[in-house]
């Protein structure tokens, strides 16, 4: 009877040990496969809470599952910035006019344009009486002046006026029988001291015109000039201008020059330099072969004359 119970007793903590080694290769299996699911499978999605910055808007950048050497997905895709209204902060682009081409437009019409080199040698007085010149240059990055700029001025003119560095330019363009030119500039420029040291009127502001008949053009052509070109506003002030290119009393709202363009007499000089200096070459090789001819042939007559 004894050994009977034993026998029992025996059987059942058996059973409970092969129950409990089961359980234990049960779980020893899912950590397994859970870990082969973290490393081969498993996406994260990370997500940045939104950063304040200076001004009090937020940036919310949110990272998206992308693929890496062990197959972990970890793709970051950045998502535009929000404020704190609710609105998107778009990437901005800008574009401007090219630097030193200058456009005066009105009412959707495009009437001057302008693109040149200039500057302006000025006679001024400085202190201890004496007389000094400073340089003044018309920059690339000068503007038009857009509230005194105009496409119908008095008179039937048009003007375009460019301001740079607390000083400006006028030109005034005039058409008379279908011929477009320039009437009048007036230049207005501060005595500063970086251009006029030491003047005897330190910031003082001055004025000079010119009224003349410049860059003479039918109307519908351009005007070109790219030789320098001095033009005198007084016995103080001469403006050089050179690589000039302009437009007057344009029909159309094109921001580009036509092709039908006027040159310069200074450019015409220039361009007949090649074929002037080709001519010369070629009438003194034809010299030197007619000098060669004659000698050659003297000598001739001279070796016949001695035969005989």
Known sequence: MKLKVLEIILLSLLAVSSVKAQENDLTTDSVILSDLNTTHFNESTTTLLPSTSKNG???????????????TESTTTLLPSTSKNGTETPISSSTSAPSGKWIVEDENKTCIILTMDASFNIKYNKTGKSIGTGKLDVPKNASVDTGNSTCSGANYTQIIVLVFNGNSLMMTFANTDKTVSVTKMKLNYILDSVNFPNASEPNAMKEVKVS????????????????????DFNLNVTMTVSKLQ???????????FTEDIF????????????????GCALAGLVLIVLIAYIVGRHRNHQKSYQSM
């Open 57 to 71: 808007t937020e940036s919310t950048t949110t990272l998206l599952p992308s693929t890496s050497k062990n197959g």
């Open 212 to 231: 003349e008949t410049l860059f003479k053009v039918d109307q519908g052509k351009g005007y070109v000039c790219n030789k320098a070109e001095n033009i």
């Open 246 to 256: 302009v437009e007057a009393f344009r029909t159309d709202n094109s921001s580009y």
């Open 263 to 278: 040159e310069c007499v200074a450019d015409d000089d220039i361009s007949d330099i090649v074929p002037i200096a080709v």
